[in-house]
């Protein structure tokens, strides 16, 4: 403020630490004031703390395990100490001279900072509320700004050459001090800190640098490193492992021991979060491209949370084709609480656009592909209509997963995904998991999940932590044998508008299918690529079959027979109007049905 030629006071407030002067217990914070004001020679700072020893400092000293002065602190039963373990067991930090004059000081910043500005007056590290006043004034409207600078340092020039005492070489402004200290660290590279402080600070920075990219990670159309690389060998994680195991430890505890009564630490209830948990949650952030994900107990219940963003008198519109798990929570719970649902046709974006109503849809919510059709809505297009009308957009990617489809590349607010299927693999874990890009949104979803205990267990956590290893390969496994995967890939690598007759919907979901789902071109074999006869039978016959008729597709049956190998056929019925159900059971016995 004092560099743009306007004088800057500051009152600054924090929680309770410090004791009123014939107090015991903490009521104010270390309260400091800064000045500053602009002079001839560069604007001169000053700042003081109204306590008598910072915060920060009782936690240095409790982690190097060394005494603080004598007289700065008192401990619960109000006496002075100099073991900062007894001040942050109940006790308080004095005021900066022992008196009435530094409480009422500290009281002036209280107030200032406080009540002024619609602070917590009580409670207020429980409430992660505390206040700060900034007073920015312009010297114009007292006198004019330049003669102000030149008295300003007619001031400063005298306390500077004041008639010193004997032994003293120099006076020292408050400005000159700091800046001198400053420079002394930039030269040697280097800022002194209590080692076990440092640490801690480093996990710390890793957990901000995490959430640090806010939306903007959103923008990002791929990871720094290779979908596969960051599947086996996650980025650095916030939870610091003593033992630097290769895979990752299973904390299977329900609490957490912590510094002190006062003092928290990283992890003290399960349910609040839990080692694991953040090691899986930060691997899936980093898939998905977002700021921050949670894991929760199943697919569902990371679904009813995303519901729970709905206030009352809110409104959801839903597709017409989606899993029966959300059709009964979207027809049955979802409405108890006061919210309306409309169900359409995702598919056509000018029926999705019908169905929001701004003011009132807080939430779309989309399946692509559809279960059980199959059917491509166009989330880009989806995306904008919700945001035009205020609204969320939450999309459940259980199908492709980050590795073939990432919504929130897309415009998507919230990625859902049941990992129960592909992410857990070996069929003994349910879990569920939602993706956002905005550290904000990201807090009311933990926040829900925290208060509904919604949380996935830590052996859960371990086992999905251990099936992201092998996703990849499951996934592949999965295309060579004829299933969704092979679907997204075989459309996106044939590409043939032959295919298609004139007016046949597949045009635009080939090109969205292309699009999003291109990291699938190249990874299939020529093993892989043996099963897309299926694909052209399955997009002819299922979108055309009144326009395309259905002789074109059946010459092709035994190429199927044939180049389905290592699949096994488990049953095949006709359903009305002559279409039939092929049935195929692959080995890894993952159920995918083509209509023929």
């Known amino acids: 403020v004092a560099k743009q030629g306007l004088i800057g006071i500051v009152f600054a407030q924090s929680p309770e630490f410090v004791a009123p002067h014939g107090a015991k217990q903490a009521v104010?914070?270390?309260?400091?004031?800064?000045?500053?004001?602009?002079?001839?020679?560069?604007?001169?700072?000053?700042?003081?703390?109204?306590?008598?020893?910072?915060?920060?400092?009782?936690?240095?000293?409790?982690?190097?395990?060394?005494?603080?002065?004598?007289?700065?602190?008192?401990?619960?039963?109000?006496?002075?100490?100099?073991?900062?373990?007894?001040?942050?067991?109940?006790?308080?930090?004095?005021?900066?001279?022992?008196?009435?004059?530094?409480?009422?000081?500290a009281l002036m910043v209280e107030l200032l900072a406080g009540p002024l500005v619609g602070a917590a007056v009580a409670d207020k590290l429980e409430q992660r509320n505390w206040g700060n006043l900034l007073l920015a004034v312009d010297p114009e409207l007292l006198g004019d700004a330049d003669v102000i600078r030149a008295r300003t340092q007619v001031v400063l020039d005298r306390v500077k050459h004041a008639e010193r005492l004997p032994g003293v070489d120099e006076i020292l402004l408050p400005s000159e001090r700091g800046n001198r200290l400053a420079q002394q660290r930039i030269s040697s590279g280097m800022?002194?800190?209590?080692?076990?402080?440092?640490?801690?600070?480093?996990?710390?920075?890793?957990?901000?640098?995490?959430?640090?990219?806010?939306?903007?990670?959103?923008?990002?159309?791929?990871?720094?490193?290779?979908?596969?690389?960051?599947?086996?060998?996650?980025?650095?994680?916030?939870?610091?492992?003593?033992?630097?195991?290769?895979?990752?430890?299973?904390?299977?505890?329900?609490?957490?021991?912590?510094?002190?009564?006062?003092?928290?630490?990283?992890?003290?209830?399960?349910?609040?979060?839990?080692?694991?948990?953040?090691?899986?949650?930060?691997q899936w952030a980093a898939l998905e491209g977002g700021c921050r994900a949670l894991a929760f107990t199943s697919g569902m219940a990371a679904l009813a949370v995303a519901t729970k963003l709905v206030s009352v008198g809110?409104?959801?519109?839903?597709?017409?084709?989606?899993?029966?798990?959300?059709?009964?929570?979207?027809?049955?719970?979802?409405?108890?609480?006061?919210?309306?649902?409309?169900?359409?046709?995702?598919?056509?974006?000018?029926?999705?656009?019908?169905?929001?109503?701004?003011?009132?849809?807080?939430?779309?919510?989309?399946?692509?592909?559809?279960?059980?059709?199959?059917?491509?809505?166009?989330?880009?297009?989806?995306?904008?209509?919700?945001?035009?009308?205020?609204?969320?957009?939450?999309?459940?990617?259980?199908?492709?997963?980050?590795?073939?489809?990432?919504?929130?590349?897309?415009?998507?607010?919230?990625?859902?995904?049941?990992?129960?299927?592909?992410?857990?693999?070996?069929?003994?874990?349910?879990?569920?998991?939602?993706?956002?890009?905005?550290?904000?949104?990201?807090?009311?979803?933990?926040?829900?999940?925290?208060?509904e205990g919604a949380g996935l267990a830590p052996m859960d956590c371990w086992l999905a932590l251990r099936g992201l290893k092998t996703v990849r390969a499951g996934s592949l496994g999965f295309v060579a044998a004829g299933g969704m995967g092979c679907w997204c890939a075989g459309v996106a690598l044939l590409g043939r508008a032959s295919l298609f007759c004139s007016g046949c919907p597949c045009r635009a979901r080939l090109k969205l299918v292309m699009a999003w789902c291109r990291r699938v071109v190249g990874e299939a074999t020529a093993e892989q690529r043996s099963c897309w006869w299926l694909v052209r039978c399955c997009c002819c016959c299922c979108c055309c079959r009144w326009r395309c008729g259905w002789s074109a597709a059946w010459p092709t049956r035994g190429r199927l027979r044939s180049s389905l190998r290592g699949t096994r056929w488990c049953a095949s019925s006709t359903m009305p109007g002559g279409r039939s159900i092929l049935v195929l059971t692959c080995m890894q016995h993952r159920p995918v049905a083509a209509e023929l």
């Open 28 to 105: 104010f914070g270390t309260n400091p004031i800064a000045i500053g004001i602009p002079a001839e020679q560069g604007p001169v700072v000053m700042d003081m703390a109204t306590a008598a020893y910072a915060w920060f400092g009782l936690l240095e000293a409790k982690t190097a395990g060394r005494p603080i002065p004598g007289d700065v602190a008192l401990d619960s039963r109000g006496q002075p100490t100099s073991d900062p373990n007894e001040v942050l067991s109940g006790g308080a930090i004095r005021v900066f001279d022992r008196s009435h004059k530094g409480s009422n000081l």
């Open 191 to 282: 800022v002194p800190i209590e080692a076990n402080l440092y640490n801690n600070l480093k996990v710390m920075a890793s957990k901000a640098d995490a959430g640090s990219a806010g939306k903007a990670a959103a923008g990002t159309s791929a990871p720094q490193l290779k979908l596969q690389t960051l599947l086996l060998h996650p980025a650095a994680s916030a939870v610091a492992d003593p033992y630097h195991a290769s895979g990752p430890p299973l904390y299977q505890t329900a609490t957490f021991g912590q510094p002190s009564a006062t003092e928290g630490g990283q992890f003290d209830y399960t349910r609040s979060g839990n080692p694991t948990r953040t090691m899986l949650e930060e």
């Open 314 to 451: 809110g409104h959801i519109v839903a597709g017409d084709d989606i899993y029966g798990g959300t059709s009964r929570l979207l027809a049955a719970v979802v409405p108890a609480g006061g919210v309306s649902v409309s169900n359409v046709d995702m598919a056509d974006i000018s029926a999705v656009k019908a169905a929001i109503v701004p003011g009132k849809t807080q939430l779309v919510m989309v399946e692509s592909p559809t279960n059980p059709r199959m059917q491509i809505c166009d989330i880009k297009a989806i995306a904008a209509a919700a945001h035009a009308a205020g609204a969320l957009m939450c999309v459940d990617n259980s199908f492709l997963t980050p590795l073939y489809q990432r919504p929130l590349d897309l415009g998507a607010d919230i990625s859902m995904t049941s990992g129960t299927k592909y992410i857990g693999g070996h069929g003994d874990t349910t879990l569920g998991m939602l993706a956002v890009c905005d550290a904000e949104l990201g807090k009311k979803l933990y926040f829900l999940q925290n208060a």
